[in-house]
Nanobody
Framework: QVLLVESGGGLVQAGGSLRLSCATS????????MGWFRQAPGKEREFVAA????????DYADSVKGRFTISRDNAKNTVDLQMDSLKPEDTAVYSC???????????????????WGQGTQVTVSS
């Protein structure tokens, strides 16, 4: 069992920044593919970013590429999402997820992640 707890959400003006953090506990964190997903009201959950178990590989949705940065600290069992140049369309509930190393091959699919946090709200005002 892996427990995931997100923090760092809030209200920010367009153009601002937020840093989300996901703290994990339970089974060995360093072996997991980690991802961030978001869900806006009335929309499907969508992929935002993912990082491989070693941190050596990352992937981003086109909509956030160049603005968001995912990172992980295997010693602290955390994965962060630095969000810069935020836009109103980034408003959503952001959730972190953990999946096995093999999930990297399908990292953009939520169905390949086994564990999920409860989510944190990010609201970007125009």
């Amino acid at each position: 069992q892996v427990l995931l707890v997100e923090s760092g959400g809030g209200l920010v003006q367009a153009g601002g920044s937020l840093r989300l953090s996901c703290a994990t506990s339970g089974r060995t964190f360093s072996g997991y593919t980690m991802g961030w997903f978001r869900q806006a009201p009335g929309k499907e959950r969508e992929f935002v970013a993912a990082i491989s178990w070693s941190g050596g590989s990352t992937d981003y949705a086109d909509s956030v590429k160049g603005r968001f940065t995912i990172s992980r600290d295997n010693a602290k069992n955390t994965v962060d999402l630095q969000m810069d140049s935020l836009k109103p369309e980034d408003t959503a509930v952001y959730s972190c997820a953990a999946g096995p190393p093999a999930a990297w091959g399908s990292k953009r699919s939520q169905y390949h992640y086994n564990y999920w946090g409860q989510g944190t709200q990010v609201t970007v005002s125009s």
